[in-house]
């Protein structure tokens, strides 16, 4: 069974920079679509950014978008998250989640019912 575990989360400072990781094994995970999420304390989940099986396109959430940079090495099936400029409204559990072998357009690739398998989570928390 594929298997998900995120790390790099922490305390910042507003103003700083972060970089999650998340590792899959067990699988073929560089053959599918990722993503990551994030649950802001009291708040519904919601989707931050997502990338295609081959690296060709990624997806961004508004509120992060020009500030994270999500990537993915398939030879070490590994995906990434650099988070610069954080604010205290980034302060959430952040998730990463493997989908399948296509890719849709536009928003719709941040719907969480098209992802299957999920991390536990990292926490980061941005005091301002």
């Known amino acids: 069974a594929q298997v998900l575990v995120e790390s790099g989360g922490g305390s910042v400072q507003a103003g700083g920079s972060l970089r999650l990781t998340c590792t899959v094994s067990?699988?073929?995970?560089?053959?599918?679509?990722m993503a990551w999420f994030r649950r802001p304390p009291g708040k519904e989940r919601e989707g931050v950014a997502a990338?295609?099986?081959?690296?060709?396109?990624?997806w961004y959430d508004a509120s992060v978008k020009g500030r994270f940079t999500i990537s993915r090495d398939n030879a070490k099936t590994t995906l990434y998250l650099q988070m610069n400029s954080l604010n205290p409204d980034d302060t959430a559990m952040y998730y990463c989640?493997?989908?399948?072998?296509?890719?849709?357009?536009?928003?719709?690739?941040?719907?969480?019912?098209?992802?299957?398998?999920w991390g536990q989570g990292t926490q980061v928390t941005v005091s301002s």
């Open positions: 989640a493997a989908g399948s072998n296509t890719w849709n357009t536009g928003s719709a690739t941040l719907l969480p019912q098209l992802y299957s398998n």
């Open positions: 067990g699988g073929t995970g560089s053959r599918y679509t």
């Open positions: 990338i295609s099986p081959t690296n060709t396109y990624s």
